[in-house]
């Protein structure tokens, strides 16, 4: 046996990290917390350089001859692609820790940043890479964070999905070879949510032992998992690079977005445990965020068509179903006639406010209301005056498409930036503006900046703008808006207060996005608008109920033309908004559950308080399936004796009526309820109150 090395050491959150810093450095354990540190952590395998493949230094690079997927690559201008960087310095204290490598040269360094969080166990990294040498180094991908899975995690759950179809989780088993998962698309896309999570095969909502990693990055990544022959995995996750997008000259530093890596236990409600409480915590902008405003947003009631009239008539509709935000949505600006038309002119357009803004603001304020508005900044359409004035200040290579007859503004040009914060500025201090949905509506593939990639350079223009905005308007809130939820991460929720996460407000599917946008975001920053009868995307009718018991759980609001509803269904939805309100604060602030359901029929949720006291589940039918069905509800203090009751409005199927009957936690938690649901569209909402027992 060997001495024991000195190994660094990281405990919070529930969650341990032990790096051996050796030689090229590893790490040699990242999981659930252990309680003592043995031998067979360091002894069983050899330390990490040369490594022929059998486990994964802390920089996996070819240079070590490494047979995997490197973490980092590049070459010089002048020859020289294969570093061997090895640890040189290590420092950090109480939860962070900072590791330099070098390369034996002294040519390249590479300095990973870490900090294991003392309350969530989440795990932070970043990397900076240094070019030391005398030519330009072209940088062509760096992780932000690489760890090694152990081997019997062999399922991996990742996201695919669309344009009114975000947040689709994908169940894949992990074999030979990598598993990659990339983002071109400029936005974080609605196809390829920058996270990937691997566990023991078959993990579900409440059992299985897991691992995740997520970019908080709002551009280009590539999330790779691996199976080296050895049987090690080894899990990355890093921006994407375009050929030449980042090409550092003697003495620069690329710095990679942070990567947040999460190992929990107790299957996904576990991972949501810790996700949801680092977004609370350490990633919103506002902490804690107040509370959420019930909304009316404008597109799907009026779309372009606005007249002072209307709108005003629209906010009377919304105020009386008790409505606290009024968005007003795409429309309202210069020349806005249609999506061909006005991007780029952000002021408003006479002949549809004549008076600016402030008159319509100002009556949505004297209804009770908050005001707010639209703006997709980043992008121009041909013919505004925007682009007649400044035809070259476009993100644009030659024969670039013009994908929605739109182009994309270069946001890392002084004087775009300048101009578009001075507009915005300017709109801010015409009208009391509380929040902005800020919308993007183009790709960046095949836009480019004086002949090369500029993705990351205007992703940072992007949250460089927002930032100015934000400290210019310290109490302005935003929603992350791309076409529906085509930039929903952890980077652009640092900056904003809710994310729109999709243009389809079809119940049904919302109850997949939901299920998917819940792994990594907690409810509270969910849009989730009860839309009309008819779904305007899909052509679906559903009833009213099943429309609002579904957005109940998110941030809440309304999508819909309420001038045209009779007073059945104003006073309906006014009393799905008062339940909303009355639970708003356990809703937003509560621990989401999913339900382990086995059946593909039926799907739910639920919020269970802090304290155990009390909760709200939804169970909702999603397909045909006559019978009893039995949900558990997983989440409660097992000892307590909860009241189960079903609250006005939601239809009540159980067979003992509304007034509920005493069942202990674990009861729920293992035998569960057995609802007598059957037909689609069928939607019951319990509520959980403690009434004795124990409180755990
Ligand atoms: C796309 C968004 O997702 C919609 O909610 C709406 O704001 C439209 N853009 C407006 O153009």
Same mark, same amino acid.
């Given at each position: 046996m060997t001495a024991a090395p000195s190994l660094l050491r990281r405990h919070g959150g529930g969650v341990s990290l032990v790096i051996d810093p050796r030689g090229a450095g590893r790490v040699l354990y990242w999981g659930p917390a252990l309680p003592a540190i043995t031998d067979g952590l360091w002894n069983a395998e050899p330390p990490a350089t040369p490594d022929p493949g059998g486990a994964a230094p802390l920089v996996p690079l070819t240079g070590w001859g490494y047979g995997g997927l490197p973490a980092l690559s590049g070459r010089w201008a002048g020859g020289g692609w294969a570093p061997r960087l090895a640890v040189t310095a290590v420092s950090g204290e109480g939860q962070a820790l900072s590791l330099t490598l070098a390369d034996p040269g002294g040519a390249l360094s590479v300095v990973l940043d870490w900090e294991l969080d003392a309350d969530t166990g989440v795990l932070t990294g970043t990397a900076a890479v240094t070019n030391h040498g005398a030519e330009p180094y072209r940088l062509d991908g760096c992780a932000a964070l690489c760890l090694p899975l152990p081997g019997w995690v062999d399922e991996a759950l990742t996201f695919e999905g669309g344009y009114i179809r975000e947040f689709q989780e994908h169940r894949q088993p992990i074999g030979p070879g990598a598993l990659v998962r990339e983002n071109r698309r400029g936005r974080t896309s609605h196809?390829?949510?920058?996270?990937?999570?691997?566990?023991?095969?078959?993990?579900?909502?409440?059992?299985?032992?897991?691992?995740?990693?997520?970019?908080?990055w709002s551009g280009n990544h590539r999330l790779t998992l691996e199976t080296l022959a050895a049987g090690t995995r080894v899990l990355m996750a890093g921006e994407l690079l375009l050929p030449g997008e980042v090409v550092l000259a003697p003495g620069e530093t690329y710095r990679t977005p942070p990567a947040y890596a999460v190992a929990a236990d107790g299957g996904l409600n576990g991972l949501m445990a810790?996700?949801?409480?680092?977004?609370?915590?350490?990633?919103?902008?506002?902490?804690?965020?107040?509370?959420?405003?019930?909304?009316?947003n404008t597109w799907e009631a009026v779309y372009h068509a606005h007249d002072p009239q209307g709108l005003g008539d629209l906010a009377r509709a919304a105020a009386a179903v008790g409505v606290e935000r009024f968005v007003l949505d795409d429309g309202w600006f210069h020349g806005r006639v249609n999506e061909r038309h006005g991007l780029g002119d952000w002021w408003p357009d006479p002949s549809k406010h004549p008076g600016g803004l402030a008159p319509l603001a100002e009556a949505v304020r004297a209804l009770g209301m908050r005001f707010a508005l639209w703006v997709e900044p980043e992008t121009v359409n041909p013919g505004s005056t925007l682009h007649t004035d400044h035809p070259d200040w476009l993100l644009r290579l030659p024969g670039d498409p013009d994908g929605r007859r739109q182009y994309v503004l270069d946001l890392g040009r002084e004087a775009v930036a300048d101009h578009l914060f001075a507009r915005i500025d300017a709109l801010l201090r015409s009208a009391p503006v509380d929040m902005l949905k800020w919308d993007m509506n183009r790709d960046l593939a095949g836009t480019g900046w004086q002949g090369e990639p500029a993705? &990351?350079?205007?992703? *940072?223009?992007?949250?460089?703008?927002?930032?100015?905005?934000? /400290?210019? !308007?310290?109490?302005?809130?935003?929603?992350?808006?791309a076409s529906g939820g085509g930039r929903a991460d952890w980077g652009i929720l640092a900056r904003c207060e809710r994310i729109w996460v999709s243009d389809s407000m079809d119940a049904h599917d919302r109850l997949s996005m939901q299920r998917g946008f819940t792994l990594f975001f907690p409810p509270e920053v969910m849009g989730a608008h009860v839309g009309r009868g008819q779904s305007a995307v899909t052509g679906r009718r559903l009833e009213l109920d099943f429309r609002c018991a579904v957005a109940l759980f998110g941030h809440m609001?309304?999508?819909?033309?309420? &001038?045209?509803?009779? *007073?059945?269904?104003?006073?309906?939805?006014?009393?799905?908004? /008062?339940? !909303?309100?009355?639970?708003?604060?356990?809703?937003?602030?509560?621990?989401?559950?999913?339900?382990?359901l086995d059946d593909r029929a039926v799907t739910g949720h639920g919020v269970v308080a802090g304290d155990g006291g009390s909760a709200l589940y939804l169970v909702a039918?999603?397909?045909?399936?006559?019978?009893?069905?039995?949900?558990?509800?997983?989440?409660?203090?097992?000892?307590?004796?909860?009241?189960?009751?079903v609250p006005e409005p939601s239809p009540c199927p159980l067979p003992w009526g509304r007034a509920g009957l005493r069942f202990t936690g674990a009861h729920l938690a293992a035998a569960g309820l057995r609802l007598p649901l059957g037909t689609p569209d069928e939607a019951v909402v319990l509520h959980l109150e403690r009434c004795g027992g124990e409180t755990s």
């Open positions: 196809d390829s949510f920058p996270a990937l999570v691997a566990g023991e095969a078959g993990f579900g909502a409440v059992h299985g032992s897991l691992f995740a990693v997520h970019l908080g810790r996700t949801h409480a680092h977004v609370r915590r350490r990633i919103l902008p506002r902490v804690p965020l107040p509370e959420r405003p019930v909304h009316l993705v &990351r350079r205007q992703v *940072a223009g992007v949250y460089r703008l927002i930032d100015r905005l934000r /400290a210019t !308007h310290p109490h302005l809130e935003i929603e992350s808006c609001g309304v999508e819909w033309d309420l &001038r045209g509803i009779n *007073a059945e269904e104003r006073d309906r939805l006014a009393a799905w908004i /008062a339940l !909303h309100k009355r639970h708003r604060a356990l809703l937003h602030g509560g621990r989401w559950v999913r339900l382990p039918q999603q397909v045909t399936r006559p019978g009893i069905v039995t949900v558990r509800l997983p989440g409660l203090a097992p000892g307590a004796v909860y009241r189960v009751t």
